[in-house]
């Protein structure tokens, strides 16, 4: 992000890409795509290491787990499934949802995950069992995305019915409602010190949350399109945003200012990370 100009291409799924995530060492990444398979890859030289199968479904989202050895994969199947990165195995499919599902974080202490899907619902999963601990419900439509604070104790969750909820994961109860946008939320993401978090949504804006008043800040506008993805600097001065207007934007959140737009996509961009 120095110079903003592209690093290299990295080739290799048949369909749309929907989620990328960087491993903790920052050497590989895995990626997740409609064409129903994650690939496992190389950053240093830009080739894919593996492929990952088993979803019926289109893959929405990846996360890893903090020491780097698996990830979770989320799909339209109405499945979760954890992956041995190593071997590129599937080590065990987390059934439970009864919808698609849209997005999943990992709990910081890499044991536990927290999933939306379009029946409405949060899950939280273990993921030494693969069990379901428990059932989050609130939201009135579609949850299409989720973030977990720093210490794990708290998550947010967007949602179709254009509203963002933050939790309680140690009473799995719901803390409160940020209302605010005018159409569904589509990313969210918390700052390395849990104090804020920034949501992007299909009414093309980005919005800055203060989590302890659980007020609204300021919103960022500039994308022409739908915000499909969003990632916060481990300072938290800045964000960066995938939209459907085939670009990237780098933002200040501590005036609301677009610094600049990155372009080269040919079509939408639905994944960030920083």
Same mark, same amino acid.
């Given at each position: =992000?120095?110079?903003?100009?592209?690093?290299?291409?990295?080739?290799?799924?048949?369909? +749309?890409?929907?989620?990328?995530?960087?491993?903790?060492?920052?050497?590989?990444?895995?990626?997740?795509?409609?064409?129903?398979?994650?690939?496992?890859?190389?950053?240093?030289?830009?080739?894919?290491?593996?492929?990952?199968? /088993?979803?019926?479904? +289109?893959?929405?989202?990846?996360?890893?787990?903090?020491?780097?050895?698996?990830?979770?994969?989320?799909?339209?199947?109405?499945?979760?499934?954890?992956?041995?990165?190593?071997? /590129?195995?599937?080590?065990?499919?987390?059934?439970?949802?009864?919808?698609?599902?849209?997005?999943?974080?990992?709990?910081?202490?890499?044991?536990?995950?927290?999933?939306?899907?379009?029946?409405?619902?949060?899950?939280?999963? #273990?993921?030494?069992?693969?069990?379901?601990?428990?059932?989050?419900? /609130?939201?009135? #439509?579609?949850? =299409?995305?989720?973030?977990?604070?720093?210490?794990?104790?708290?998550?947010?969750?967007?949602?179709?019915?254009?509203?963002?909820?933050?939790?309680?994961?140690?009473?799995?109860?719901?803390?409160?409602?940020?209302? /605010?946008?005018?159409?569904?939320? =589509?990313?969210?993401?918390?700052?390395? #010190?849990?104090?804020?978090?920034?949501?992007?949504?299909?009414?093309?804006?980005?919005?800055?949350?203060?989590?302890?008043?659980?007020?609204?800040?300021?919103?960022?506008?500039?994308?022409?399109?739908?915000?499909?993805?969003?990632?916060?600097?481990?300072?938290?001065?800045?964000?960066?945003?995938?939209?459907?207007?085939?670009?990237?934007?780098?933002?200040?959140?501590?005036?609301?200012?677009?610094?600049?737009?990155?372009?080269?996509?040919?079509?939408?961009?639905?994944?960030?990370?920083?």
């Amino acid at each position: =992000m120095q110079t903003g100009k592209e690093i290299s291409t990295l080739t290799g799924h048949n369909s +749309r890409v929907t989620a990328v995530m960087i491993a903790p060492d920052g050497k590989t990444a895995v990626s997740a795509s409609y064409d129903e398979t994650l690939k496992l890859w190389d950053l240093q030289t830009g080739k894919e290491i593996s492929t990952l199968t /088993g979803h019926n479904s +289109r893959v929405n989202a990846v996360a890893i787990t903090p020491d780097g050895k698996t990830a979770v994969s989320a799909s339209s199947d109405n499945t979760l499934k954890l992956w041995d990165l190593k071997t /590129g195995t599937e080590i065990f499919t987390l059934t439970g949802h009864s919808n698609w599902v849209r997005a999943v974080a990992i709990v910081p202490d890499g044991k536990k995950a927290v999933s939306v899907s379009y029946d409405n619902t949060l899950k939280l999963w #273990d993921l030494q069992t693969g069990k379901e601990i428990s059932t989050l419900t /609130g939201h009135n #439509d579609a949850a =299409m995305s989720v973030a977990i604070s720093p210490d794990g104790q708290k998550a947010v969750s967007g949602s179709d019915d254009k509203t963002l909820k933050l939790w309680d994961l140690q009473t799995r109860k719901e803390i409160s409602t940020l209302t /605010g946008h005018n159409d569904s939320v =589509m990313a969210v993401a918390i700052s390395s #010190d849990g104090q804020k978090a920034v949501s992007g949504s299909n009414d093309n804006t980005l919005k800055l949350w203060d989590l302890q008043t659980e007020k609204e800040i300021f919103t960022l506008t500039g994308p022409k399109e739908s915000i499909n993805a969003v990632a916060i600097s481990s300072d938290g001065k800045k964000a960066v945003s995938a939209s459907d207007d085939k670009t990237l934007k780098l933002w200040d959140l501590q005036t609301g200012a677009e610094i600049s737009t990155l372009t080269g996509h040919n079509e939408s961009v639905n994944a960030v990370r920083r």
